[in-house]
Nanobody, 115 residues
Framework: QVQLVESGGGLVQPGGSLRLSCAASGSIFSIYATAWYRQAPGKQRELVARITSGGNTNYTDSVKGRFTISRDNAKNTVYLQMNSLKPEDTAVYYC?????????WGQGTQVTVSS
């Protein structure tokens, strides 16, 4: 019902920064919670950051102080600002919208942190 398009991934050196974007097909991020997940090869998919409809945020311990999730309702976009990137942050990052009928996933964007 709702399409999510992620962008902003790429190759960055350790200590660098990237900003991921998740664009929705409608004005929905102000109504439903949204999250960023990531999955590295051979590892379990993990929750990275979450933002509620009220603007409250949560982060997994490994990214606290380095990553920031935010949204721009006028642009129908959710962001993940990633600073001080580490090689262990390398993964495919997914935007997830928590709709009443179940989560809706984007296609994912690759983030590679390497020198």
């Amino acid at each position: 019902q709702v399409q999510l398009v992620e962008s902003g991934g790429g190759l960055v050196q350790p200590g660098g920064s990237l900003r991921l974007s998740c664009a929705a097909s409608g004005s929905i991020f102000s109504i439903y919670a949204t999250a960023w997940y990531r999955q590295a090869p051979g590892k379990q998919r993990e929750l990275v950051a979450r933002i509620t409809s009220g603007g409250n945020t949560n982060y997994t311990d490994s990214v606290k102080g380095r990553f920031t999730i935010s949204r721009d309702n006028a642009k129908n976009t959710v962001y993940l600002q990633m600073n001080s990137l580490k090689p262990e942050d390398t993964a495919v990052y997914y935007c997830v919208l928590f709709l009443p009928g179940g989560p809706s996933w984007g296609q994912g964007t690759q983030v590679t942190v390497s020198s």
